[in-house]
């Protein structure tokens, strides 16, 4: 019998925030509806919901603080990054400037982990590099 992590929730619950954000952003529906729906279709998986819900409400809330956090490491204009990879850097982001519990390298590895999934096969190397420069930013005292 193998025991589950006691991080796998968190970890879900990023991954189901990075789907549901994604699904708004590119529908532009809206939040509440498409939280209900994606409560449903996780009812019977065990994550975070807290977690999901705060993700999932304050990083839209806070897209345009987080843009400007990364603007300044993109090698390309934001309007020009794919969905999945603005989605990541945001969650990954807001995680890094208000959770401050929660180590960077831990949220760096856990956008990269996203990247790999979901995003294209390099787009883990490019999240890395904004991650990384973001990071130095936010958790002077860390780093």
Same mark, same amino acid.
């Given at each position: 019998?193998?025991?589950?992590?006691? !991080?796998?929730?968190?970890?879900?619950? #990023? #991954? !189901?925030?990075?789907?549901?954000?994604?699904?708004?952003?590119?529908? =532009?529906?809206?939040?509440?509806? %498409?939280?209900? &729906?994606?409560?449903?279709?996780?009812?019977? $998986?065990?994550?975070?919901?807290?977690?999901?819900?705060?993700?999932?409400?304050?990083?839209?809330?806070? +897209?345009?603080?987080?843009?400007?956090?990364?603007?300044?490491?993109?090698?390309?204009?934001?309007?020009?990054?794919?969905? %999945? =990879?603005? +989605?990541?850097?945001?969650?990954?982001?807001? =995680?890094?400037?208000? #959770?401050? =519990?929660?180590?960077?390298?831990?949220? %760096?590895?856990?956008?990269?982990?996203? @990247?790999?999934? !979901?995003?294209?096969?390099?787009? &883990?190397? !490019?999240?890395?590099? $904004?991650?990384?420069?973001? @990071? #130095?930013?936010?958790?002077? +005292?860390? %780093?």
């Amino acid at each position: 019998m193998s025991k589950q992590s006691p !991080f796998l929730p968190r970890k879900r619950a #990023r #991954r !189901f925030a990075l789907q549901t954000l994604y699904g708004w952003l590119l529908s =532009e529906n809206d939040l509440r509806d %498409i939280e209900k &729906h994606a409560l449903i279709e996780h009812a019977d $998986v065990d994550f975070d919901r807290d977690y999901f819900l705060l993700l999932l409400h304050e990083v839209p809330r806070q +897209t345009h603080d987080l843009d400007l956090l990364m603007t300044p490491y993109l090698s390309r204009k934001l309007e020009d990054l794919g969905p %999945i =990879e603005l +989605t990541i850097l945001r969650i990954s982001i807001y =995680e890094l400037k208000e #959770r401050p =519990e929660i180590p960077y390298k831990v949220i %760096i590895n856990e956008g990269l982990e996203l @990247a790999k999934t !979901f995003a294209s096969s390099d787009s &883990h190397k !490019f999240v890395n590099g $904004v991650l990384d420069k973001v @990071a #130095r930013d936010l958790r002077k +005292t860390e %780093i």
